[in-house]
């Protein structure tokens, strides 16, 4: 017999999925009339309405993404991919925010480096942490990566850092819940299970988060063996 939780999570997970296609198409429909207007595009509230309407987006997808893991279903396919090209776009996915709010941002990755890694679902990791990055930061942005024994994709920013219960988390990112902020802890739960779900070596992928660092701000790592 299907358990009422088990009904509960399907009509959730197929609404979420609905509405994640609907905002796609609005997305895509916003974006044509926008560019439509020449001067649309060097107008500030034009990055800040496809952050906000990517946000939403994103967070529908880390939703659903999470349903299929907790049911087996996520696919899984690692490969190797150009670390610096990889982040690269990612950046670029943020640049009409980041032209917006007058923000400088810098990569440092060597533009060799490679290594494996879902690119689907650290995309959406990497993508979510640089657009809340720029979020809280005051005007700068780096992102960066280092490729040791695993890779390590750290993303800096000049804003106030993590306050000390987020710190203090370590793992139940759920526990981040804050209606008086509207902070979900969604973020970083869905990228600490996509970090567990890279393993290789008798090793698992892992978050960390700290502050300070070389913009003096929040500090995101994802690592991955």
Known sequence: ????????????????????????????????????????????????????????NSSLMQLLAIYKIENNQL???????????????????????????????SLDVEEEAEAAFDDVLISMVVSNIVGNAIRY?????LVSAEITDTLCITICDDGPGYPAPMLELVG????????????????????????????????TGCIDLKNGGPLGGGIFQIKIP
């Open 1 to 56: 017999m299907t358990k009422p939780n088990d009904i509960f999570s399907t009509i959730l997970a197929s609404t979420v999925h609905d509405m994640k296609n609907s905002l796609g198409m609005m997305l895509d429909a916003l974006d044509s009339i926008l560019s439509e207007t020449p001067k649309t595009k060097t107008n500030p509230q034009y990055g800040i309405v496809q952050y906000e309407s990517s946000r939403v």
């Open 75 to 105: 696919p899984f396919n690692p490969a190797y991919h150009s670390v610096y090209d990889f982040l690269e776009e990612q950046i670029m996915i943020h640049e009409p925010l980041l032209t917006a709010k007058g923000f400088s941002y």
């Open 137 to 141: 930061a005051h005007s700068k942005i």
């Open 172 to 203: 139940d990112y759920m526990l981040g819940i804050n209606q008086s902020t509207g902070s979900t802890g969604l973020g970083l739960f869905f990228a600490h299970q996509v970090a567990n779900l890279h393993a290789h070596g008798g090793k």
